[in-house]
Each structure stands twice: as C-alpha cells, then as structure tokens.
Nanobody, 114 residues
Framework: QVQLVESGGGLVQAGGSLRLSCAAS????????LGWYRQAPGKQRELVAV???????NYADSVKGRFTISRDNAKNTVLLQMNSLKPEDTAIYFC????????WGQGTQVTVSS
C-alpha cells in the first residue's frame, strides 16, 4: 500500500508560481509511475504530468513549458513546480502513484485569480 499526502496549494494571482509536494508513505524508488492530476469544478479529472522511475516525463499540452514534475527518491517526494499560472489552472490537484494499482492523495486546492 501507498499513502500519499499533498501540500503546497493555495491562492495565487495569474502569472504567479506555486510548488506542490506529495509525500509518499513508502520508498518511491520502487514505484514506476508517479504523477499529478487535477479536477476543476464540473469537469473530469485530467492528467497534468507524470514521471517514470527513470525520470522520463510527460505533460498535458495545456501545461507544457510552464509546469515541471520531478521526483526525489531520497525524500520519497514528488514535486510539481507551476509557473506562469493561469485562472484555468484552478482545480484540486491530486498526486497519483501506480504500484500494482492506482493510489491517490486527498488533493490540494489551487486557485488562480485573474
């Protein structure tokens, strides 16, 4: 099993930055795929970014060039650096780990004001 706890969300003005952090309850070096998803009000949950155990990354087109995902195996943490934030980035952001099955954190709210 894997427990995931997100932090770092908040309210920021458009053009600002936030860094989300996801702490895992076990070593993430054994977890192949880690990622961030988001869900805006009235919309389906969508992929934001994923990172493999080898460090390969993939991003949603809407965040390419603005967001960066990284993993710190020593701290069992996955980070999402979000720059040049837009009001349409407003959502609850969820950390995800695939370890036999999908595990989810409780989410952290990100609100970007115009």
């Amino acid at each position: 099993q894997v427990q995931l706890v997100e932090s770092g969300g908040g309210l920021v003005q458009a053009g600002g930055s936030l860094r989300l952090s996801c702490a895992a309850s076990r070593s993430i070096s054994s977890i192949g795929i880690l990622g961030w998803y988001r869900q805006a009000p009235g919309k389906q949950r969508e992929l934001v970014a994923v990172i493999s155990s080898g460090g390969s990354t993939n991003y949603a087109d809407s965040v390419k060039g603005r967001f960066t995902i990284s993993r710190d195996n020593a701290k069992n943490t996955v980070l999402l650096q979000m720059n040049s934030l837009k009001p349409e980035d407003t959502a609850i952001y969820f950390c995800n780990a695939f370890y036999g099955r999908h595990y989810w954190g409780q989410g952290t709210q990100v609100t970007v004001s115009s």
